[in-house]
């Protein structure tokens, strides 16, 4: 599976964090010893790819540039 993190995000990190925390605490709760280092394995691989994405570029619209008036 490719992870496009170059080109514009339509899942954001908070997505995969909440992912991540989810198959955490379900691998905690199971009694399955397989099952649950599973679900260690593919919440860490998810994590990856949240550090992967690095911080969040600022996509809020940008003031122009503007010079001051000559008088």
Do not use: C, N
Not at 39 to 64: C, F, N, T, Y
């Amino acid at each position: 599976m490719s992870w496009d993190t170059k080109g514009k995000h339509v899942i954001g990190k908070q997505y995969f964090v909440r992912q991540a925390a989810l198959l955490f605490g379900i691998a905690k709760a199971t009694k399955d010893p397989k099952l649950s280092a599973a679900l260690m394995d593919k919440a860490a691989d998810v994590k990856s790819k949240v550090d992967e994405l690095g911080v969040p570029r600022d996509l809020s619209p940008q003031a122009p540039d503007i010079e001051p008036p000559t008088t």
